[in-house]
Nanobody
Framework: QVQLVESGGGLVQPGGSLRLSCAASGFTFSNYVMGWNRQAPGKERELVAMITNIGGRTNYADSVKGRFTISRDNAKNTVYLQMNSLKPEDTAVYYC???????????WGQGTQVTVSS
């Protein structure tokens, strides 16, 4: 079955870095647009970053541009989110997701907690 398993979350001080990973299985990873969304307490889930299946084009939320980098390794069926210069407002549960273009197929992971605090 389809699985998206996130890892790499944790507690980090402001200004620090974390690298999230999302290991995918159960579908043809290279055909899917991959993304990271996040949800902070009391707020709606929002897009953080996405990377296309063809060409590896990326898109970022304005709040993370220049600090976060999304990448994918199709050989390892894994998508990454490198997060630098973390701020307290980056605190949230981060969700990996996979979307097949031109279809209703959209899968989500269970999320990993990122807490930025001194």
């Amino acid at each position: 079955q389809v699985q998206l398993v996130e890892s790499g979350g944790g507690l980090v001080q402001p200004g620090g870095s974390l690298r999230l990973s999302c290991a995918a299985s159960g579908f043809t990873f290279s055909n899917y647009v991959m993304g990271w969304n996040r949800q902070a307490p009391g707020k709606e889930r929002e897009l953080v970053a996405m990377i296309t299946n063809i060409g590896g084009r990326t898109n970022y939320a304005d709040s993370v541009k220049g600090r976060f980098t999304i990448s994918r390794d199709n050989a390892k069926n894994t998508v990454y989110l490198q997060m630098n210069s973390l701020k307290p407002e980056d605190t949230a549960v981060y969700y990996c997701n996979a979307r097949l273009p031109y279809s209703d197929l959209h899968y989500w992971g269970q999320g990993t907690q990122v807490t930025v605090s001194s």
